[in-house]
């Protein structure tokens, strides 16, 4: 077993501040730290479509059982990063249950990750250099796509020991 530190900081001027100003009344300052067991770690860097289906990230009965797990008894950590040099092009997240049918392929008016609509199956969307640090049991197949192509995505997942 080994022990991660992941620690999120945020903090900004208050709304009022001449030089770039905050989103609130008042200055913010928030730090979360936690020390975390993990036994592994998987990392890769990715290409997703940007057309046709979308790209199986990551299939969750892979590393947990099919099913019936408890909370907190499987699963890991999981840090998602837009890695894109740069651009406005988009990174999009989405799930479905482990072994379900993957989303449709991408395009308006179906239920991929790029839908519009309430249809989709997309969790996030990435701009370049945005991150994600979730907790993920397991019980999801995690897909992603971009909204254009030669985009980066990279992910670490800490399995939870």
Same mark, same amino acid.
């Given at each position: 077993?080994?022990?991660?530190?992941? @620690?999120? =900081?945020? !903090? &900004?001027?208050?709304?009022?501040? $001449?030089? /770039?100003? %905050?989103?609130?009344?008042? #200055?913010?300052?928030?730090?979360?730290?936690?020390?975390?067991?993990?036994?592994?770690?998987?990392?890769?860097?990715?290409?997703?479509?940007?057309?046709?289906?979308?790209?199986?990230?990551?299939?969750?009965?892979?590393?947990?059982?099919?099913?019936?797990?408890?909370?907190?008894?499987?699963?890991?950590?999981?840090?998602?990063?837009?890695? @894109?040099? =740069?651009? !406005? &092009?988009?990174?999009?997240?989405? $799930?479905? /249950?482990? %072994?379900?049918?993957?989303? #449709?392929?991408?395009?308006?008016?179906?239920?991929?990750?790029?839908?519009?609509?309430?249809?989709?199956?997309?969790?996030?969307?990435?701009?370049?250099?945005?991150?994600?640090?979730?907790?993920?049991?397991?019980?999801?197949?995690?897909?992603?796509?971009?909204?254009?192509?030669?985009?980066?995505?990279?992910?670490?997942?800490?399995?939870?020991?």
């Amino acid at each position: 077993m080994a022990t991660i530190t992941p @620690t999120l =900081t945020l !903090t &900004s001027n208050a709304s009022t501040a $001449t030089t /770039l100003p %905050g989103p609130i009344s008042v #200055a913010l300052s928030l730090s979360a730290t936690d020390s975390l067991t993990v036994d592994s770690v998987e990392s890769k860097i990715v290409t997703p479509a940007n057309s046709g289906a979308p790209t199986l990230l990551l299939a969750g009965n892979t590393y947990g059982p099919d099913s019936g797990d408890t909370g907190g008894t499987h699963g890991g950590y999981l840090y998602l990063k837009n890695a @894109t040099a =740069t651009g !406005t &092009s988009l990174i999009y997240i989405g $799930t479905v /249950l482990q %072994g379900a049918s993957a989303p #449709a392929n991408m395009g308006a008016g179906t239920t991929a990750l790029d839908n519009a609509d309430d249809a989709t199956f997309r969790l996030m969307t990435l701009k370049v250099g945005e991150f994600a640090w979730i907790p993920w049991d397991y019980m999801q197949d995690i897909y992603c796509g971009a909204s254009s192509g030669s985009q980066s995505l990279e992910y670490f997942l800490f399995d939870r020991g």
